[in-house]
């Protein structure tokens, strides 16, 4: 039998509630476990400024590839408004359910309402999750095949082996997805399940397969950006877990990052609780004790908290943000 949408919506909201509970509950239970050697962890004012600063890197490689995919659609956006925007986007990802696509669908929102074409504002937001989501498996693919091969020769790498293999296999039907087609119809159907009442502008198909097909360079250029973002993820990590004090190699700590990304694609706000669940049992699978990826999943949240809050103080005045002369939303 066929769920109505009014069904679903209520299924939808009722599953992200008790995921949100369970989530709460598993942050509680582990505070407390762990609580006390966080509190341990005396940081000094240089060592909490570079926290602070370092996710800055990352911030301006989101506006940077939106700013050439939106040129890719013949948009020429005003940098300032663009970067509020991203900002105020990546606020809401972080907070709410689903991540990545949340703070997608809000950008696809925010820009058609500072002037961008409602159409070129989903292909732009849909190329862009696409983008970063086949450069980051990709290099995920390469980074896990090295692992895989570098632990035939290092026994205490077993972890290594598991990781490897797994993420070597799921990135490998990504690069063949990319290599061999399907790539077209992929974007299509993303856009209009974003936006449905874009489905049938006529010109939106041969846009994007202008696009594919004739405008390369704009997609190199992004999928360069991701790929220096998929980079920039563990670094800051490590940067984290230097400055709490752990010695951890840079393959765990590649990995631990991983492990903390991974849940915030669940229904759970935030991915609350479940960031640190999976950072404590990554801990333990290495040798190191479960209070070790606690603090740098807690860390790692911290580190937002000001780019947060910034994004949240921006969104009552997205409606007055103009990225492009002209009237709002429309094409």
Not at 246 to 268: D, E, H, K, N, Y
Request: charged share 15%.
């Amino acid at each position: 039998m066929e769920l109505t949408p009014t069904t679903r919506r209520v299924l939808s909201r009722t599953v992200t509630v008790l995921a949100f509970l369970i989530g709460i509950f598993l942050f509680v239970r582990l505070w407390r476990s762990f609580g006390p050697a966080l509190q341990e962890i005396d940081l000094t004012g240089r060592e909490l400024l570079l926290i602070g600063l370092i996710p800055l890197a990352a911030y301006a490689i989101v506006v940077a590839r939106t700013w050439v995919l939106l040129k890719a659609f013949g948009v020429s956006p005003a940098l300032a408004p663009l970067t509020i925007l991203n900002v105020a986007a990546q606020a809401v990802g972080q907070l709410l359910p689903g991540g990545v696509v949340t703070e997608l669908a809000f950008r696809t929102f925010s820009f058609s309402r500072a002037g961008v074409p409602l159409h070129t504002s989903v292909m732009v937001n849909a190329l862009d999750g696409f983008v970063r989501f086949t450069a980051n498996t990709i290099a995920l693919f390469f980074v896990a095949m090295y692992f895989l091969l570098t632990s035939f020769v290092d026994e205490d790498a077993r972890l290594a082996v598991i990781l490897g293999f797994v993420f070597s296999l799921f990135g490998l039907v990504i690069l063949l997805t990319v290599l061999f087609g399907g790539i077209d119809k992929w974007f299509l159907a993303t856009a209009k399940r974003l936006a449905p009442q874009v489905g049938g502008k006529p010109d939106m198909d041969a846009r994007l397969l202008d696009t594919l097909k004739h405008h390369r360079s704009p997609l190199i250029a992004a999928s360069l950006l991701s790929l220096i973002g998929f980079i920039l993820e563990p670094l800051q990590l490590w940067v984290i877990v230097k400055a709490a004090g752990f010695t951890l190699p840079f393959w765990a700590v590649f990995w631990l990052t991983q492990a903390i990304g991974l849940p915030r694609s669940l229904p759970v706000p935030g991915g609350i609780g479940l960031v640190e669940e999976a950072s404590v049992q990554f801990s333990r699978l290495i040798g190191e004790a479960g209070s070790v990826g606690f603090t740098a999943s807690i860390l790692w949240r911290l580190r937002l908290v000001p780019y947060i809050l910034l994004g949240l103080l921006c969104i009552p005045f997205l409606g007055f943000m103009k990225l492009v002369r002209g009237e709002k939303g429309h094409s």
